[in-house]
Structures are given as C-alpha cells and as structure tokens.
C-alpha cells in the first residue's frame, strides 16, 4: 500500500477536479467495549479469510473462543497477512492504531469495513467508532 501511495501522490496532476491528491484506504475495524472482545468478535473475519486460503469460501462464521484450534500455521501467516490492516480493541486501542495508520500513510480518508457476525456487535462496533470521530 504504501509504495502504491508513494507513486499516486509522485505522479499526481492537479485537474479541474482535484487540485491535489486525495487518498482513501479501507481497513477493517472490530471495536468492543473491551480488547478481549474485540479480538473475540475478530474471529468471524479470521475464519472467513481462513476459508478462502482454503478455498472454502461460505458465509461470514459466528466467532469462537480460541482461534488457535481453528487454523494451522500456514493459515495463520496467510489469513493473516490479508488482514493485516485490521484495528481490533476498544475505542482507545483502535483510536491509537487507526492514528498510528494515518500518520504511516498520510491518508486523507478512511473507509472501514466490520464483518461482525452479531448485527448488534456490528453497530457497537461503528458507535464507539463514531464515538472516536466525535472526540477529535
């Protein structure tokens, strides 16, 4: 990602349209009251991505208490590497990664995606997020 910022804002011409470059990046946001249930609702998305290494691609799963027995090693480095730009933990620990992120790339904007298997955890998940905007 990084290098692929590097040569858009390189290459970048200013146009009718957008005087300067503009940048969005979409990550994945899983935010819990608590970091232990951030991690745990985590697993949805960690079995999903498991399942397309896999090549048993299906509908996002319930999470589950240990992923650890869910994967093997592989797995794990695969699914893993693909979900790399997640931000698990409650409000402050995804504030603290999120601005970590911006700050690396210099991203104008954010488009976040939650797989949360519990439609009630979903919409807790984009509270506390919007709770975050709010605060800065």
């Known amino acids: ?11 970048f011409k200013p146009s009718k349209q ?3 470059s503009y ?9 819990a009251e608590t970091d232990k249930e951030a991690r745990r609702l985590f697993t949805s998305a960690q079995q999903s991505f498991t399942r397309m290494v896999r090549g048993t ?6 999470p589950i208490d ?3 027995t869910f994967w093997t090693p592989p797995e794990k480095e695969k699914a893993s ?5 997640s931000f698990v933990g409650s409000g402050e620990t995804v504030r603290a990664g999120l601005e970590r992120f911006v700050e690396e790339t210099g991203v104008d904007e954010l488009i976040v995606a939650s797989a949360i298997y519990e439609h009630s955890a979903r919409l807790r998940s984009y509270e506390i997020l919007a709770q975050l905007r709010r605060k800065n």
């Open 1 to 11: 990602m990084i290098p692929a910022l590097q040569a858009y804002r390189r290459e």
């Open 18 to 20: 957008l005087e300067r």
């Open 23 to 31: 940048a969005a990046a979409g990550v994945n946001v899983f935010a």
């Open 57 to 62: 691609r299906g509908k996002l799963p319930p």
């Open 66 to 68: 240990d992923i650890e």
């Open 81 to 85: 590497a693909m979900l790399n730009r």
